[in-house]
């Protein structure tokens, strides 16, 4: 869940299967999305910034300002797409990338 004081507590992919995330954030939390196998996850706070965690460690691995939506491809989990600033950004987790206006 993702509280608006920024806190993201526990979130519940099923409901024998709960994710502790347990992140401090500084700004309240719009969005959470998780990656198909569950190995990563993003964050979208309310001041539009994009951070990708790998699941595991909590270590981020990308952050971007300005993002309006992020998605995971549905079976090829380290392919993401975002928009931020009327662009389209296709993107693998290990730096490969498109952008489209």
């Not at 979130?11 to 309240?28: I, K, N, Y």
């Not at 198909?36 to 460690?57: C, K, M, W």
């Not at 975002?82 to 950004?89: V, W």
């Amino acid at each position: 869940v993702g509280l608006e004081n920024g806190d993201v507590l526990n979130l519940l992919v099923r409901p024998t299967f709960p994710v502790d995330f347990e992140l401090q954030r500084t700004h309240g939390v719009s969005e959470i999305i998780q990656s198909p196998n569950q190995a990563v996850f993003a964050v979208i706070d309310d001041e539009r910034t994009l951070y990708v965690y790998h699941g595991s460690t909590r270590k981020i691995i990308l952050s971007e300002k300005d993002v309006a939506g992020f998605v995971f491809h549905t079976s090829v989990s380290h392919f993401i797409c975002y928009s931020r600033r009327g662009s389209l950004i296709i993107q693998t987790l290990d730096g490969y990338s498109a952008s489209f206006q």
